[in-house]
């Protein structure tokens, strides 16, 4: 609930300024700043009772640590995300309780903007295209946040859609006397929380226009990029290809896996959250310093798991291996982020390759499995020498295999991107997963030899799909604070 506008200019990297709510659509720099307030909000929100230290909720570090370490490709090697990788929150525990205040506070602060553009357009404050550009980039805001509370909070939509989803919010709460009406928004139903959802996405697309615009900003590629994404969680095939094609010729996969993560530009980058030297997750939360080898500055609390590096789908040769990871005496990390000194590394949130791999997955669900396996290549192939063989639709058995492959394929090339949770969510609903996976015991693996010998993994923590943990539970302040209409508690907390 949100008494001002905080922005912080996180494009131009420069401080945060505290704007009063009836001055801040007075001018078209100060809107500006509002839209990059919300910018802020996500890069670095609330987290445990503060916005200082705000560890990357949502979206600037945490949506990549949480996701990966409810699966069982990323390794906990401390203390730090126990709770998680073990599954043992309840309503009070700071993880899901900081995602769930955090995007609520960016949902709000994009409702506020969008209220107020129209009226700024009217009065000349700004230009219709200018409106129409802030309106497209707002939506998204809006549309990415419900879909990482349904993520997280909600079954997912390929299990039932008429199960329990979460509030989506699409008006503003600037002032107490609109807090009761905030509080009588409703779960509601999945599927319904789906289709606004889609509404937002295609009214964002609109406004946008088109093209793709600049890695950093929201732009008419990104808003069809997340379209693929949702579309793909709601088994909508036709509708992913359709998506696809609209953007196929304004990106292309990186010929080199490393070049998405090395300046935060290139042609498989669609939209990234940035973060500075001034403003980033901290030691605490940052990404590099998160997954990091501790011998070349990282902390080294989350490891490659020693499980995704000796199965037998992962290619020794595969330039991901080498070029992606780093490794020290006690496991092997991921090398996607390495500014372990000022901790600027960018979250990607949408890359083409992703959008590839949803494409390749809808065209194999179709039965067009020479048109999926092509599309799994092209991702595949570049990480490869010459030597390895391409897929082709008959070596791997026809659709389950095809299928299958895809699958595998996700795992190794959203490796340290927080992607592995979301797929659990939606393949265990679907029946294609019995949940979450085993996963190698919480600091049991303490030395290389676990990735490249023999030697015995312990394992653990895994989480069948009809366990209550499944999904994590409505923080407790939430339902104790809304007076007007409480919402009901997941079942199990």
């Known amino acids: 609930m949100m008494g001002v506008i905080s922005s912080c200019d996180v494009t131009d990297l420069t401080p945060a300024?505290?704007?009063?709510?009836?001055?801040?659509?007075?001018?078209?720099?100060?809107?500006?700043?509002?839209?990059?307030?919300?910018?802020?909000?996500?890069?670095?929100?609330?987290?445990?009772?503060?916005?200082?230290?705000?560890r990357g909720y949502p979206f600037g570090a945490a949506n990549v640590e949480q996701g990966?370490?409810?699966?069982?490709?990323?390794?906990?090697?401390?203390?730090?995300?126990?709770?998680?990788?073990?599954?043992?929150?309840?309503?009070?525990?700071?993880?899901?309780?900081?995602?769930?205040?955090?995007?609520?506070?960016?949902?709000?602060?994009?409702?506020i903007i969008l209220e107020n553009l129209d009226p700024a357009v009217a009065s000349g404050v700004l230009t219709a295209e200018k409106g129409n550009a802030y309106k497209g980039e707002m939506l998204f805001m809006r549309a990415l946040a419900h879909h990482e509370l349904l993520v997280h909070f909600a079954r997912p939509i390929s299990d039932d859609p008429n199960d329990p989803g979460v509030p989506y919010r699409t008006f503003a709460i600037n002032d107490v006397p609109k807090v009761p009406e905030g509080e009588a928004v409703p779960r509601g139903t999945v599927g319904e929380d789906y289709t606004q959802l889609l509404a937002d996405l295609d009214a964002a697309a609109t406004a946008l226009g088109s093209g793709k615009g600049t890695v950093s900003r929201v732009s008419y590629g990104a808003v069809i990029a997340l379209k693929t994404r949702v579309l793909l969680h709601k088994e909508d095939w036709a509708g992913v290809l359709a998506e696809y094609e609209k953007i196929k010729a304004l990106?292309?996969?990186?010929?080199?896996?490393?070049?998405?993560?090395?300046?935060?530009?290139?042609?498989?980058?669609?939209?990234?959250?940035?973060?500075?030297?001034?403003?980033?997750?901290?030691?605490?939360?940052?990404?590099?310093?998160?997954?990091?080898?501790?011998?070349?500055?990282?902390?080294?609390?989350?490891?490659?798991?020693?499980?995704?590096?000796?199965?037998?789908?992962?290619?020794?040769?595969?330039?991901?291996?080498?070029?992606?990871?780093?490794r020290n005496a006690a496991g092997i990390y991921s090398a996607k982020y390495i500014d372990y000194v000022t901790r600027t590394d960018p979250n990607v949130i949408l890359r083409f390759s992703e959008v590839v791999l949803n494409a390749a997955e809808a065209n194999a669900q179709l039965g067009n499995l020479d048109a999926a396996v092509a599309l799994l290549n092209t991702v595949r192939d570049r990480a490869l020498p010459d030597t390895v063989p391409s897929f082709t639709a008959a070596g791997l058995g026809g659709q389950a295999g095809v299928l299958t492959a895809i699958y595998q394929e996700r795992r190794i090339e959203f490796l340290a991107?927080?992607?592995?949770?979301?797929?659990?969510?939606?393949?265990?609903?679907?029946?294609?997963?019995?949940?979450?996976?085993?996963?190698?015991?919480?600091?049991?693996?303490?030395?290389?030899?676990?990735?490249?010998?023999?030697?015995?993994?312990?394992?653990?923590?895994d989480l069948p799909y009809s366990s209550d943990l499944f999904i994590w539970p409505i923080p407790l302040e939430e339902i104790q604070s809304n007076t007007t209409a409480p919402i009901a508690q997941n079942p199990g907390y």
Request: net charge neutral; hydrophobic share 35%; glycine share 10%.
């Open 17 to 54: 300024n505290l704007i009063p709510d009836q001055e801040a659509f007075g001018t078209a720099a100060r809107i500006e700043s509002a839209v990059l307030g919300v910018y802020e909000s996500a890069q670095r929100g609330y987290y445990n009772g503060s916005v200082v230290n705000g």
């Open 417 to 461: 991107e927080g992607r592995r949770w979301a797929d659990i969510h939606r393949l265990s609903g679907a029946g294609l997963m019995a949940g979450i996976p085993l996963k190698a015991q919480s600091r049991s693996v303490n030395n290389v030899d676990f990735y490249t010998t023999n030697r015995t993994i312990l394992t653990s923590h």
């Open 68 to 111: 990966d370490m409810r699966g069982e490709d990323m390794y906990n090697d401390q203390a730090f995300y126990e709770i998680t990788y073990a599954n043992g929150y309840n309503p009070q525990t700071a993880n899901n309780n900081g995602m769930w205040i955090s995007l609520y506070r960016m949902i709000n602060r994009a409702n």
């Open 251 to 326: 990106y292309a996969v990186t010929p080199n896996p490393a070049t998405p993560f090395r300046g935060g530009t290139s042609s498989d980058n669609i939209f990234s959250f940035l973060n500075s030297e001034a403003s980033n997750g901290t030691v605490n939360g940052a990404l590099p310093a998160m997954y990091g080898n501790p011998a070349n500055g990282g902390r080294g609390l989350v490891k490659i798991s020693p499980l995704i590096w000796r199965s037998d789908f992962w290619h020794a040769e595969d330039t991901r291996r080498s070029g992606l990871t780093e």
